[in-house]
């Protein structure tokens, strides 16, 4: 099938060398929000140093405002010393603002940005000696506890996609950053069902062909089966893959919580090292992979075996926990696993299919 060419910069990104990738990602990439960040942390820290609050000599009176201001600036400046440190401090607020906003763009919360500006800026003001506020000072000093906490309250879940993230040396990092149109215990229940209809398929040797997929799936290939819009659930995939039902040879797409289709045609694998014992669907698995960012778990119908295809790369014998594990990172669930699995490659063949 014809592949379409990915855009400049995701060849930058993922073919570029070392120093190409690395000038995208500082200058190029997000380049309108690093800005932003420039702009709001130089302003916080300006504000900040001018105040007293850090590292000057603080404001008596409203009356020498502008020169203890100017002044404070000027002592941050006033050796070469002190200019490295002023560059690093400035550098490393800038550093923290953005990846606030890049926190809050990722879950559609870049609204908040302003208010994180307007209460940064009151509590530089609260707490520097220019007005001399002993409670509300004292409150805004915990200010970035405070802030911590609120968005540890309204960003459980995302906070441990982040730091899941963050912790994954191998696979897509985009895996975290999708959103699916039900809650996180919605999805574990959805791993439970997929886990426990593969594993029941395979004990009764059922052939099943099953594709997760965490982007968008090219219409062209979902208009080739059924459309279906159902929960996933075990009985309503072992109904599907029942050698008496009309949909049973093709592949089911799952996106989130929801079957999208049943029955759909995937493109083969043209790759010559696939073992000869393996048939249609492991091909086409592989195939499905080699194209687009999904997992396709296959169930050979003359022995059992479970397989999983991801990433053009064909791994066999899976049980229930290598499957569950593999399903949760693919959905984000959990930090993908550096260390390779001993898989059990027993000598048997799957046969034809």
Known sequence: MYKMKQPIKKDIEKNGNAFGRFVYAVFVKDIGYKLLALAIGAFIWLITVGLGVAGGKGIDNASEFFSSFIGNLKEEFSSAGKVIVSICDIFLLVCLVYFIIYFLKKNNAL????????????????TSSLFDFPVMGSMFSYGVLFIFIAVLIMFPQELRRTMWKLASKTG???????????????????????????????????GALIVITTQSVPQHILETGTELGAKVSQPLLECVFNTGADLHDGAVFIHGDKILAAGCFLPLSQNQSLPKELGTRH??????????????IVVSEETGVISVACDGRLERY????????????????????????????????????
Do not use: H
């Open 111 to 126: 609204p908040i940005i302003k208010f994180f500006v307007i209460i940064a800026f009151v509590g530089i003001v609260l």
């Open 172 to 206: 897509s990092t985009d895996t975290f950053n999708v959103k699916y149109d039900c809650t996180e215990e919605e999805l574990r229940e959805t791993v439970s069902e997929i886990v426990k209809a593969v594993l029941s398929m395979s004990k009764d040797n059922v």
């Open 283 to 296: 091909r086409a698995a592989l195939g499905l992979s080699e194209q687009y960012n999904v997992l396709t």
């Open 318 to 353: 899976y049980d229930a926990e290598m499957l569950t594990d593999i399903i949760e990172q693919t959905y984000g669930l959990k930090a993908n696993r550096t260390a390779k699995k001993k898989w059990r490659m027993k000598k048997r063949g799957d046969g034809n299919e």
